[in-house]
């Protein structure tokens, strides 16, 4: 099983540009999260996914869109890139128990965006 | 106030001392989970507690409810323990994190 993967794992784009960073997942997990890690502070939740066909805007949504494909897949989207959203984003899944706050989570390897 | 607070922030200890990380949280919090951070950038799950005390090899890891206070105990470090700790406040289906301490064990 390769659990949660994640690509790119760096890309640097320009002021405005877009890109998809994409998520998958092998374990039949239920929920899927979106996380971007900057310096001196936790993670930040961006977006999650309960289950396939549902979304929920996290603490910090703002500049990102996120798509749901299936159970297995959960991308996000960056439609006009800014240099605020510099950042090491990261996806993980959690169990089969919507709501249970036990779920342990697992994360992919996290991917580096930089903007310019 | 953060939901949920770790301290300390930074920790640097010689090999084999006994270490403590804490961590705070506010209610409506019903599960701690507490997670590594490999210095590649990885991130994985140690414990998930809501009660008493979970033990794995060499990390042990305690809750007060009541208090609202965990902590993570590593027993005779290791310079591979080199990493950053970060504790997570289950609400429902989602984590809230702490900021993380990062251990640095010299040998």
């Known amino acids: 099983n390769a659990g949660v993967t994640q690509t790119p794992k760096f890309q640097v784009l320009k002021t405005g540009q877009s890109m998809t960073l994409q998520c998958a997942q092998d374990?039949?997990?239920?929920?899927m999260y979106w996380y971007r890690q900057d310096p001196g502070m936790g993670l930040r939740l961006i977006y999650y996914s309960a289950s396939e066909g549902t979304t929920d805007k996290g603490e910090v949504p703002n500049g990102y869109n996120v798509s749901r494909l299936n159970k297995r897949e959960f991308s996000l989207r960056l439609e006009s890139a800014a240099p605020s959203q510099t950042s090491v984003y990261f996806c993980?899944?959690?169990?089969?128990?919507?709501?249970?706050?036990?779920?342990?989570?697992?994360f992919g390897p996290g991917t580096r965006l930089t903007v310019l | 106030k953060n939901e949920v607070e770790q301290s300390p922030q930074n920790l640097t200890a010689q090999e084999g001392e006994f270490i403590t990380i804490n961590c705070s949280y506010s209610?409506?919090?019903?599960?701690l989970h507490w997670l590594q951070q490999h210095p590649g950038g990885g991130i994985v799950s140690l414990f998930m507690l809501s009660s008493g005390k979970k033990k794995h090899g060499r990390l042990i890891a305690t809750i007060n409810i009541q208090e609202k206070h965990s902590s993570l105990h590593i027993t005779a470090s290791h310079p591979r323990d080199s990493a950053v700790y970060i504790c997570?406040?289950?609400?429902?289906?989602?984590?809230?994190f702490g900021t993380g301490t990062r251990l640095q064990v010299f040998p």
């Open positions: 209610v409506g919090i019903s599960a």
């Open positions: 993980a899944s959690s169990g089969d128990r919507s709501g249970y706050s036990y779920n342990e989570q697992f």
């Open positions: 374990m039949n997990h239920n929920s």
């Open positions: 997570a406040g289950g609400r429902a289906d989602k984590l809230i």
